[in-house]
């Protein structure tokens, strides 16, 4: 793995969806989700991230430092538990500072637990942090002042071991974090650094729902049960539009590197490739653009960007939309301190 990223992003993204269901709504019988208010239609982010989770357990085999834990069939706290498992007889070491190291070299009667070696302060991680810094307290021969100074130390929880290790070996929990909290072994939560907004259509669309007459007969007991079958639920056709954040601050605390964000890029373009059902139509990518900045914190705001990219309708204005060259897209030009590059 790579060094983090160091460099803030936002990008554009532009998909479309002909005669298919790009994102069921579970409370509406499954129908294409639809802003009741424009009757635009919407794609979640979770729906999104889904696909981008598929490409890289596809691509990646589900084998560490690229595992999925957000993995369809899987359980979430079997992962927690790994990670407990893993580390429940690793060693802890914190930095000693120079003033607290002398003292402390010459000292041996530590907890059981603790201990001092070149690498500095350790605590295993299979004891507790709480009695841990208690039996600190009754240490004999060194000073209060140096006490103090040793339960101080002690600021990495057992907790925030596993949530390392669920970023080191996820990544999709080092991509776009997970709340962790699940099960009797917890790790705790992570905030990721690529977060994406929902896709909205550029237009309204329209949902048809069609019926689907089936030929062959349930059971051989009853030769003449045909008819109708299944129903299918589709936009003719809608061009959506979705934005997402990467921030360079957050990706350091998670591991995020350029190589993770390589292989988010390649995701992006990917991922209805290898999401093709019945329900789903004809869905792609039509456009990535990314905005980046020469900072970590960012050289302008993020909407301002966004605004950058007009799309508008071209041709025959009486006529719904049914293809990608029914727009028009223009995307500003990038300032000194912002690049823009487009992908696709």
């Known amino acids: 793995m790579t060094e983090p990223i160091r460099n803030r992003y936002e990008f554009v993204l532009l998909f479309d969806v002909?005669?298919?269901n790009p994102n069921g709504d579970p409370d509406a019988g499954n129908l294409p989700r639809i802003d009741p208010e424009t009757g635009k239609g919407i794609v979640t982010d979770?729906?999104?991230?889904?696909?981008?989770?598929?490409?890289?357990?596809?691509?990646?085999?589900?084998?560490?430092?690229?595992?999925?834990?957000?993995?369809?069939?899987a359980f979430l706290s079997e992962n927690h538990k790994r990670a407990h498992l893993t580390l429940d007889q690793e060693k802890l070491y914190i930095h000693v500072p120079n003033d607290l190291r002398k003292e402390l070299e010459?000292?041996?009667?530590?907890?059981?637990?603790?201990?001092?070696?070149n690498e500095g302060i350790y605590l295993s991680l299979?004891?507790?942090?709480?009695?841990?810094?208690?039996?600190v307290a009754r240490l004999k021969g060194i000073s209060d002042a140096a006490k103090a100074k040793l339960?101080?130390?002690?600021?990495?929880?057992?907790?925030?071991?596993?949530?390392?290790?669920?970023c080191k070996n996820f990544?999709?929990?080092r991509t776009f974090g997970s709340v962790m909290s699940t099960g009797d072994k917890t790790c705790g939560q992570v905030r990721g650094p690529v977060q994406l907004g929902f896709g909205t259509s550029i237009d309204s669309i329209l949902s048809l729902d069609i019926?689907?007459?089936?030929?062959?007969?349930?059971?051989?007991?009853?030769?003449?049960?045909?008819?109708?079958?299944?129903?299918?639920?589709?936009?003719?056709?809608?061009?959506?539009?979705?934005?997402?954040?990467?921030?360079?601050?957050?990706?350091?605390?998670?591991?995020?590197?350029?190589?993770?964000?390589?292989?988010?890029?390649?995701?992006?373009?990917?991922?209805?490739?290898?999401?093709?059902?019945?329900?789903?139509g004809?869905?792609?990518?039509?456009?990535?653009?990314?905005?980046?900045?020469?900072?970590?914190?960012?050289?302008?705001?993020?909407?301002?960007?966004?605004?950058?990219v007009k799309i508008e309708r071209i041709g025959d204005r009486e006529k719904p939309p049914r293809a990608f060259s029914d727009y028009k897209v223009t995307i500003g030009k990038g300032t000194e301190n912002v690049q823009i590059i487009e992908k696709l």
Not at 250 to 273: H, P, R, V, Y
Not at 289 to 307: W, Y
């Open 282 to 308: 004809e869905m792609a990518i039509r456009k990535l653009i990314v905005f980046k900045h020469n900072s970590e914190i960012g050289n302008a705001p993020a909407h301002q960007l966004f605004e950058s």
């Open 211 to 280: 019926s689907m007459f089936r030929t062959a007969a349930v059971n051989v007991d009853k030769p003449e049960d045909k008819g109708l079958g299944a129903r299918k639920s589709i936009v003719p056709y809608g061009l959506y539009r979705t934005h997402g954040f990467i921030s360079a601050p957050l990706a350091k605390q998670t591991g995020f590197s350029e190589g993770d964000l390589d292989l988010f890029w390649e995701s992006l373009l990917n991922m209805f490739d290898h999401d093709r059902s019945a329900s789903r």
């Open 46 to 73: 979770v729906c999104i991230k889904r696909k981008i989770r598929n490409y890289i357990d596809l691509l990646k085999n589900n084998e560490a430092p690229y595992e999925i834990h957000v993995r369809e069939g």
């Open 151 to 166: 339960k101080e130390l002690f600021v990495d929880t057992k907790e925030v071991m596993d949530k390392k290790w669920m």
């Open 171 to 173: 990544y999709d929990v």
């Open 106 to 117: 010459n000292f041996k009667d530590y907890p059981a637990g603790v201990g001092f070696e």
């Open 18 to 20: 002909k005669n298919g």
């Open 126 to 135: 299979n004891v507790d942090l709480n009695r841990a810094k208690q039996d």
